[in-house]
């Protein structure tokens, strides 16, 4: 009889696995996450030595120095390095997704060979710039225009909630490059270095995303050539809408590694915690809980790695996609607050990083398009 492989993973995938948890344990120990939240640190070390390791290029093909793997892969590197650290995880999302995906799906042939190459070292980090004051879920209302003048395009407005802008070589901004047509029709992505002049960057002041942090950014006057136009002009909204799906499954392949981190510390403080002479592992409701955690640890996995092969395997998988960002996201979330409760009251000092997990947890249902707006879409796909 064949052997089921975990989540139907090779013996590749599985020793690729093995080795992304070995760095982990090498490079990022809990101590390591902990300085970087508290102290508000990028971990470089840390992203460098995965730069080094050649994980940055995972989706990105060999012609431009990738190693050509599939989502699958993606989803490995995203989970296990989630689980030592979900800021790190992060900016090798954004290089992957934001960065290398965008430049894939609709960025030119001249822009793949000038930026992929420096995506696979490590030089290159991206950012999204989408989100304005007045346009959240709405996010195709933006007003950021940008107005040609002879080769360049003129910016002018302002953006929120723009996470890691300030370490970002480019950033992917949406702007409004038609005002005449209906909202959908009139934006255009380009490709801007946030050190030009005329941009201006403010941190704000959030419970998450201590160490990349996240960012007001206003653009007065900005002058950006056309050749960092990305994609086609006026032809914006369809380019992101395109990497919806892949972007909420690496949300959930980095959700999958984080609420597993979760699980563990849970596991692991109930059987070393003693209360009444026994260790608290030992009363039934704290077993019920911790199983229930490992439920939907379980669940995440199958979901995330089922997506991981319809990407691959190029199965259209919107409704998908949507419904495991949704899934992964709420677990951590439920994982998060079941692990507090374990923990009693060393779970709310930083000491411990069950608190973390219950802040990053509540972003999560939020940041890459809010759950109630994925419901609204499934709805729709439902023809409801
Ligand atoms: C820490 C952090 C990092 C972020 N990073 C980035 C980034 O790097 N780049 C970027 O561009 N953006 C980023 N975002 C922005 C994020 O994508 C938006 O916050 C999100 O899209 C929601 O927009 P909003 O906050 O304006 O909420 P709103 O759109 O005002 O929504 C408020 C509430 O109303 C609900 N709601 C809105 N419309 C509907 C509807 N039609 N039906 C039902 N419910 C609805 C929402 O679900 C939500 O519960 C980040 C946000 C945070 C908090």
Redesign the pocket.
Known sequence: MLAVKEYGLTDEQIMFRDTVRKFIKDHVPEEYARKCDQEKLVPWEAFNKVAEMGWLGVVIPEKYGGSELGFVELGILLEELSYGYLELATMVYRASVHGAESLLTYGSEEQKEKYLPLIVQGKFKS?????EPNS????ASIQVKAVRDGDYYIINGQKI???AVNIATRTVLAARTDTTVPKHKGITLFFVDPTTPGIEIERMD?M??RALG?YQVFYNDVRVHKDDMLGQLNNGWKHLMTNLTKERFAIAAMMTGALRHALDTAINYAKQRVQFGQSISKFQVIQHKLVDMKIEAHLAQLTTYDLAKRIDAKVPSRTEASATKIYVTEAYHRIAIQGMQVLGGYSVTPDFPMERHYRESV?QK?????N??LR?SMAKDLEL
Do not use: R
Request: charged share 10%.
């Open positions: 950012s999204l710039s989408l989100t959240g879920s709405d996010a909630f723009n996470s959030t998450v995303f996240t972003l939020i940041g890459g398009g809010t109630e707006v609204n």
